[in-house]
Nanobody, 126 residues
Framework: QVQLVESGGGLVQAGGSLRLSCAASGRTFSRYAMGWFRQAPGKEREFVGA????????YYADSVKGRFTISRDNAKNTVSLQMNSLKPEDTAVYYCAARGDYSGRYYTSWYEYDVWGQGTQVTVSS
C-alpha cells in the first residue's frame, strides 16, 4: 500500500496559480488511480479531480474545469494538481487520495479511495 504526502500549498492572490504535488511511496504507484479532494471549514469534503493509473483519463469537478489540471509521473511516483485562475472559493485543505486499480478507471467519490495524504492548505485572498 502506498503512503501519500502532499506539498505546494500556500497563500496566493485571486487570479494566481499554485501547483500541488503528491508524492507516493511504494513500488506499485502505477497501479493506483489518484484523486484530489478539498475541504473548506464547515463544509464536506469535495471532489476536485481524478486521473486513471496510466494518466490516459482525467475528470474534473465543474467548479474547477478549465482552471485545474491533473497530471502524473509514474516513474517519479508523483501526481500533481496545477491550479490556475484561483478564486477565493478555492480556499480549502487539499488532499490527494489513491485507490488500487487495474481497469483504467478514475473515481470521483471519496469513499472509493483507500489511502489519503495529510492535506495541504491553499488560501486564496481576494
Amino acid at each position: 500500500q502506498v503512503q501519500l504526502v502532499e506539498s505546494g500549498g500556500g497563500l496566493v492572490q485571486a487570479g494566481g496559480s499554485l501547483r500541488l504535488s503528491c508524492a507516493a511511496s511504494g513500488r506499485t504507484f502505477s497501479r493506483y488511480a489518484m484523486g484530489w479532494f478539498r475541504q473548506a471549514p464547515g463544509k464536506e469534503r469535495e471532489f476536485v479531480g481524478a486521473i486513471s493509473w496510466s494518466g490516459a483519463s482525467t475528470y474534473y469537478a465543474d467548479s474547477v474545469k478549465g482552471r485545474f489540471t491533473i497530471s502524473r509521473d509514474n516513474a517519479k511516483n508523483t501526481v500533481s494538481l496545477q491550479m490556475n485562475s484561483l478564486k477565493p472559493e478555492d480556499t480549502a485543505v487539499y488532499y490527494c487520495a489513491a485507490r488500487g486499480d487495474y481497469s483504467g478507471r478514475y473515481y470521483t467519490s471519496w469513499y472509493e479511495y483507500d489511502v489519503w495524504g495529510q492535506g495541504t492548505q491553499v488560501t486564496v485572498s481576494s
